[in-house]
Antibody
């Protein structure tokens, strides 16, 4: 079964750091681009970052550029999001998803919650 | 990176058809045939319903259809069913990224 499972969320103070992980199973991870999407409480979806299968192409939303770093380890079928200098407005459920920016995200994890608060 | 504009809510009776609009610009919706639609039930992850404007992934009901004209994309749900009650988001590719819509709450009366 194709699955994605996020972990690493939690409570962090403003200015702090957190690293999210996404474990993939049931498909050839290295053949697929991956994306992080977040959803603030009661709000809509927001695209955060994209990484190609070989990590050669990486994009970030303006709201996280310079603070977040996306990476992947194809040997471990894992995707990561290193988040630094966290702000209150980064509070959200963070989803990892499989797919291309152009053609839609066909597999989603269940999400992990990040709360930035003092 | 402004979100695409969707109506906040749309409602319909069982069996009816409804259409959700998604308005962007020539830099996203109007510039590419890369519009996707997602369904999200409360507390759940989004589910891909339409990709590349009008294509359905395997397993998605043919009651869901998509189209585009200029800078506006649309999702039509035919034969509305109780299980269709959810939040719907459009998404479009744009250079070096993507953008989601503001979301539309679909209510089955």
């Amino acid at each position: 079964e194709v699955q994605l499972a996020e972990s690493g969320g939690g409570l962090v103070q403003p200015g702090g750091s957190l690293r999210l992980s996404c474990a993939a199973s049931g498909f050839t991870f290295s053949s697929h681009s991956m994306i992080w999407v977040r959803q603030a409480p009661g709000k809509g979806l927001e695209w955060v970052s994209y990484i190609s299968g070989s990590s050669t192409t990486i994009y970030y939303a303006d709201s996280v550029k310079g603070r977040f770093t996306i990476s992947r380890d194809n040997a471990r079928n894992s995707l990561f999001l290193q988040m630094m200098i966290l702000r209150d407005e980064d509070t959200a459920v963070y989803y990892c998803a499989r797919g291309l920016l152009m053609h839609g995200l066909d597999v989603w994890g269940q999400g992990t919650t990040v709360t930035v608060s003092s | 990176q402004s979100a695409l504009t969707q109506p906040a809510s749309v409602s319909g009776s069982p069996g009816q058809s409804i259409t959700i609009s998604c308005t962007g610009t020539s830099s996203d919706v109007g510039g590419y045939d890369y519009v996707s639609w997602y369904q999200q039930h409360p507390g759940k992850a989004p589910k891909l319903m339409i990709f590349d404007v009008s294509n359905r992934p395997s397993g998605v009901s043919n009651r869901f259809s998509g189209s585009k004209s200029g800078n506006t994309a649309s999702l039509t749900i035919s034969g509305l069913q109780a299980e269709d009650e959810a939040e719907y988001y459009c998404s479009s590719y744009r250079i070096s990224g993507a953008v989601f819509g503001t979301g539309t709450r679909v209510t089955v009366l």
